[in-house]
Structure formats: C-alpha cells, structure tokens
C-alpha cells in the first residue's frame, strides 16, 4: 500500500515569495490534514479535510495561507506571501475515517526555509 | 478547545534508566495515541489506548490511559539509544490534535 506523498522535499524562499505544497493521500482516506511542525514541537492543526469539506481552519492564517482538496483527494497547501516566521515542516497525513479512534498516516513532509 | 500538554519538554538520560512522559489535558478524550518521530520524517504511531486505566505494553514501552481519560503517560524501561526521538500524544473528538511533545535523548 502506498503511503501519503508529499512534494517537494525541500523549498527555500524568499519573504514576500509564494509557495505551494502538494499532498497525495493514501487512496481511501476520507480525512486529510495538514500541519506545521517547528523543530522540536508538536505539529499544530492548520486545516482538516473530511473528503472535500472543510472540517477546522480555525488555526490557518487565512490572510496568507489557502488550502484546497479537490475532488476529495489530492491537497494543496499555499502560503502568499510568505513570511521569516513560516519556516517550518509541513506535514500532510490522512486517516480512514474522522479522527476519534483514528490512526494517522503521514508524509515525509516539505521542509520550508524563508530567508 | 482540546489541547494536550506533555512533560517533559525535554529529556536525556543514560542508556539502562528508566522514563517516564506524560500527556495531560483539562479535556475527556475518548481515545489517545502515541507517535514516535524521528529526523526528517513524519510521526509513526506507537500505540492506541480507548478505555480509561488501560494498560498497553509494547516491549520495554508501557502506556497508560488515565481512569478519566483526561491524560496518559508512557514509560520506557532500561532506554536504549534507538529509543531517541520526538515522542507525541494525540486524540481528538471533533479534529485530530497532537500534544507539545517530548523530545528524548539516550545516550550510550
């Protein structure tokens, strides 16, 4: 079975840049997330998906970041413009079903640096 | 709002001690997992706990739910090296939250 991908690997920008990340899930996964993880820190929520619907955003910075899942699949994450404080990993991961009782799969993660 | 506070931030210790981490919250959980990270890579789930007192081992790992299931905790026996990583707790009702995690050392 394969995993969650994510791509890229690596991304540097500069401040003010865009960028966008892309997550494929493992196929039949209904919920998608996306986090941010500083080095050391617990990964923080931005957005979850249930299939194509939102489920909580309530932590992305909407001024700045958006994040679609179309047709209830893959995702993408952008962040316009980008700011010094972005730097950080981004984990995609996708779970069968909600997330009570769940198990989470993840990506290897995109691994952003702002300059 | 759900958020998971774990203790210690941080940990190193000799290989052949023991350790224990905990994850606490003011919120009831109705299930708790455990994630182990390592560098450049996304978090791998160690365990499920789903009754209030379980008690689940896995090897030298042993986790607990509290009887509440307000809080959990793991503890590792006689730690190794290759026990070195960044340990979460995670759970969630409505969205699927990670704790502020434990980062462990075992040194040789």
């Known amino acids: 079975e394969a995993g969650v991908a994510q791509s890229p690997r690596y991304k540097i920008i500069e401040k003010r840049q865009s960028v966008a990340f892309w997550c494929n899930p493992i196929?039949?996964?209904?919920?998608l997330y996306w986090y941010q993880q500083i080095l050391g820190q617990g990964p923080k929520l931005l957005i979850q998906?249930?299939?194509?619907?939102?489920?909580?955003d309530s932590q992305l910075p909407k001024d700045r970041f958006s994040a679609e899942r179309l047709k209830g699949v893959d995702s993408t994450l952008k962040i316009q413009p980008a700011k010094l404080e972005d730097s950080a990993v981004y984990l995609c991961a996708s779970s069968l079903a909600g997330p009570m009782n769940t198990e989470a799969f993840f990506g290897q993660g995109t691994r952003l640096t702002v300059v | 709002t759900q958020l998971l506070e774990q203790s210690p931030q941080f940990l190193s210790i000799q290989e052949g001690e023991n350790l224990t981490v905990y994850c606490n919250s003011s919120?009831?959980?109705?299930?708790l997992q455990w994630y182990r990270q390592e560098p450049g890579e996304g978090p791998v789930l160690l365990v499920t706990?789903?009754?209030?007192?379980e008690v689940k081992k896995l090897k030298r790992l042993t986790f607990q739910f509290g009887d509440a299931r307000k809080d959990s905790s793991l503890h590792i026996t006689a730690a190794q090296p290759g026990d070195t990583g960044l340990y979460l707790c995670?759970?969630?009702?409505?969205?699927?939250?990670f704790g502020t995690g434990t980062r462990l050392k075992v040194l040789a």
């Open positions: 196929s039949g996964h209904a919920t």
């Open positions: 919120s009831v959980f109705s299930s």
């Open positions: 706990v789903v009754t209030g007192g």
């Open positions: 998906f249930q299939n194509n619907g939102v489920v909580d």
């Open positions: 995670a759970g969630g009702t409505y969205k699927y939250i």
